[in-house]
């Protein structure tokens, strides 16, 4: 779950004060956009406003103002020589305490937001899926983790969903259209069974295979064996994560792969676009 959520819930139930920091506008070159906003209880923050000097020099209005030293209101910010950071912008960013209507509103906003992350369904838990679930995580998904067994997966990193099946059909079958999958299975044959069915349905904005390309060049021929058309076998993404650097290592792939995801799935065509500019 979002981890605004989370900390809030923790926050309420220890009955802590809180400030909300939100960025009212932005111009020029600013680290966060208007509308991001950080969270500041006594000994706690969820969120971000960008970091650096801004957020610390936020940070300490809104516990003074927690402690009943300082006020809350707007402030317009210069981020260049006068703050010590080198963007260029400006920011006006509005302090304020957090009643209980503020503290709701902010909760169904995340639960919101929670809801129309772009799922992602990773099939394998062998050492590569183990770093891809570490790794995938922490990012704005609904990450659900798949495999028929159940001593593989290890420790299940914080708001992963995980799903001990053989049923690929059925998790398959309830991705909503959009979704990404990531193919990762200790068998050529169940990576090509869910690979086809994925790019049989042809909704899914991500297909990737774990693989090298005479692996790709295989299930290719094999898929048109069986009827699958030439556009829909090209939006197949294998090898993954491949972006020019040859290191196999877990940890290493993982990062990469997580570029990927992040352009095709969160970002899509924009992204993209920008890239091949």
Request: proline share 5%; glycine share 12%.
């Given at each position: 779950?979002?981890?605004?959520i989370?900390?809030?819930?923790?926050?309420?139930?220890?009955?802590?004060?809180?400030v909300?920091?939100?960025?009212r506008?932005?111009?020029g070159s600013?680290?966060?956009?208007?509308?991001?906003?950080?969270?500041?209880?006594?000994d706690?923050?969820?969120?971000?406003?960008?970091?650096?000097?801004?957020?610390?020099?936020?940070?300490?209005?809104?516990?003074?103002?927690?402690?009943g030293?300082?006020?809350?209101?707007?402030?317009?910010?210069?981020?260049?020589?006068?703050?010590?950071?080198?963007?260029?912008?400006?920011?006006?960013?509005?302090?304020?305490?957090?009643?209980?209507?503020?503290?709701?509103?902010?909760?169904?906003?995340?639960e919101?937001?929670?809801?129309?992350?772009?799922?992602?369904?990773?099939?394998?838990?062998?050492?590569?899926?183990r770093?891809l679930?570490?790794?995938l995580?922490?990012?704005?998904?609904?990450?659900?983790?798949i495999?028929?067994r159940?001593?593989?997966?290890?420790?299940?990193?914080?708001?992963?969903?995980?799903r001990?099946?053989?049923?690929w059909?059925?998790?398959?079958a309830?991705a909503p259209?959009?979704?990404g999958?990531?193919?990762?299975?200790?068998?050529?044959?169940?990576?090509?069974?869910?690979?086809?069915?994925?790019?049989?349905?042809?909704?899914?904005?991500?297909?990737g295979l774990?693989?090298?390309?005479?692996k790709?060049?295989?299930f290719?021929?094999?898929f048109?064996?069986?009827g699958?058309?030439?556009?829909?076998?090209?939006t197949?993404?294998?090898?993954?994560?491949?972006?020019?650097?040859?290191?196999?290592?877990?940890?290493?792939?993982?990062?990469?792969?997580?570029?990927?995801?992040?352009e095709?799935?969160?970002?899509?065509?924009?992204?993209?676009?920008?890239?091949?500019?």
């Open positions: 779950m979002d981890s605004i989370t900390a809030l819930a923790g926050w309420r139930r220890a009955g802590w004060p809180v909300r920091v939100s960025i506008a932005a111009v600013t680290p966060r956009e208007a509308g991001s906003f950080m969270l500041v209880a006594p706690a923050l969820a969120g971000t406003i960008g970091g650096g000097r801004l957020e610390w020099e936020c940070v300490a209005r809104a516990r003074a103002l927690l402690a030293t300082g006020e809350g209101g707007e402030l317009e910010i210069p981020l260049g020589p006068e703050l010590g950071q080198c963007c260029g912008g400006r920011v006006r960013v509005r302090i304020e305490r957090a009643d209980e209507a503020m503290l709701d509103a902010i909760v169904r906003e995340a919101a937001a929670w809801a129309g992350r772009p799922h992602l369904l990773l099939f394998g838990a062998g050492h590569v899926g770093a679930a570490r790794t995580a922490p990012l704005p998904l609904r990450l659900t983790w495999d028929a159940a001593d593989e997966f290890g420790l299940v990193p914080e708001g992963v969903a995980v001990i099946t053989e049923d059909e059925r998790a398959l309830a259209a959009g979704s999958i990531l193919v990762l299975t200790p068998s050529h044959r169940l990576d090509a069974l869910i690979v086809g069915a994925a790019l049989e349905r042809g909704d899914f904005r991500y297909v774990i693989g090298s390309k005479t790709r060049r295989g290719e021929a094999g048109r064996a069986v699958l058309g030439v556009e829909r076998i090209a197949l993404v294998c090898p993954i994560g491949d972006r020019g650097i040859r290191d196999k290592r877990p940890e290493i792939i993982a990062a990469l792969v997580a570029a990927e995801i992040v095709r799935l969160l970002h899509g065509e924009d992204a993209m676009s920008e890239r091949q500019a």
